[in-house]
C-alpha cells in the first residue's frame, strides 16, 4: 500500500513535465506532435501577417524548392524553401525536407506544421516543425 502511494505521487509531481499522453521517453518531436496547428491558406497568412506571428499553423501545397518568384526571401539560412498553394507562397526556414531536391522535386505535395514568423525587416516565412511529404495540395 505504501509503495504505491509513493509510486502515485511521483508519477503526479513527474507527469505535468512531460505533457498529456506523452511517456518518459517522449523527446520534442512526440511532445511537438501534439501541439495544435491552424489550417489555413497562405493568403490569410500573408495578408496580415502580424496577426498569425508565432502561431502554430499548417499549410498544405506544393514544394517549389528555391523557386520563390514574387516571394521574398527571409534571408534566415542559405537553404531556406518555398511552400506554395492555390492562394500564394511563403519560404520556409532551413534546408529542404529530407529526400526532396530544390531543383527536380518541384510541385510534389507535401504539408508543413510549423510557427509564423516575421523577421525584422517585416518579411514573413515558416519556423517548421514537421513536413509531410506526399499529402498537401
Keep these: 500500500m505504501r509503495k504505491s502511494f509513493y509510486l502515485i505521487m511521483v508519477i503526479a509531481l513527474v507527469a505535468p513535465f ?3 499522453g ?7 518531436a ?3 506532435a501534439g501541439a495544435r496547428y491552424e489550417k489555413m ?3 490569410t497568412l500573408l495578408q496580415n501577417p502580424a ?3 508565432h502561431r502554430k499553423v499548417l499549410v498544405a501545397g506544393v514544394f517549389r524548392g528555391w523557386q520563390g518568384k514574387g516571394v521574398e ?7 531556406d524553401w518555398v511552400v506554395e498553394d ?3 507562397a511563403i519560404y520556409v526556414a532551413g534546408a529542404p525536407p529530407s529526400g526532396l531536391d530544390p531543383v527536380k522535386d518541384l510541385g510534389r505535395p507535401l504539408t508543413v506544421r510549423g510557427t509564423l514568423e516575421i523577421t525584422a525587416k517585416g518579411i514573413p516565412y515558416l519556423k517548421v516543425d514537421t513536413v509531410e511529404i506526399g499529402k498537401g495540395k
Design 73 to 79: 526571401n527571409p534571408g534566415i539560412t542559405r537553404s
Design 18 to 20: 512531460f505533457g498529456a
Design 30 to 32: 512526440a511532445q511537438e
Design 22 to 28: 506523452a511517456s518518459l521517453s517522449a523527446g520534442p
Design 51 to 53: 496577426a498569425f506571428q
Design 86 to 88: 492555390a492562394s500564394g
Design 41 to 43: 491558406p497562405l493568403k
